[in-house]
Nanobody, 126 residues
Framework: QLQLVESGGGLVQPGGSLRISCTAAGATLEHYAIGWFRQAPGKEREGVSC????????NYADSVKGRFTISRDNAKNTVYLQMNGLKPEDTGVYYCAADPRVFRWACLRKYEYDYWGQGAQVTVST
């Protein structure tokens, strides 16, 4: 059974950077598409970035393009989300999700994923 654990969240000032990690147990993440989602209080969970299984093809929400970068480290069975130029509106709980059957054109859709982590809080504030 695949289990996902997010880490690296925290408090950062506007304009700062943060890297959050999604580490897996029970399966090899390389064989899964991975999505990063976030949820602010009172708002729907939204797709932020994703990377397809077995490769490097990625997708980003318009709101984070040019600021966020998703990447894999297969040796560590981990997917990262590097977040630069953070804004207060980036605040929320960040979740990683995994599924072996998601294509790039659908990988920002939360309903495509069967496996979810518990979330990591990211707060951008002065």
């Amino acid at each position: 059974q695949l289990q996902l654990v997010e880490s690296g969240g925290g408090l950062v000032q506007p304009g700062g950077s943060l890297r959050i990690s999604c580490t897996a147990a029970g399966a090899t993440l390389e064989h899964y598409a991975i999505g990063w989602f976030r949820q602010a209080p009172g708002k729907e969970r939204e797709g932020v970035s994703c990377i397809v299984s077995g490769g490097t093809s990625t997708n980003y929400a318009d709101s984070v393009k040019g600021r966020f970068t998703i990447s894999r480290d297969n040796a560590k069975n981990t997917v990262y989300l590097q977040m630069n130029g953070l804004k207060p509106e980036d605040t929320g709980v960040y979740y990683c999700a995994a599924d072996p059957r998601v294509f790039r054109w659908a990988c920002l859709r939360k309903y495509e994923y069967d496996y979810w982590g518990q979330g990591a809080q990211v707060t951008v504030s002065t």
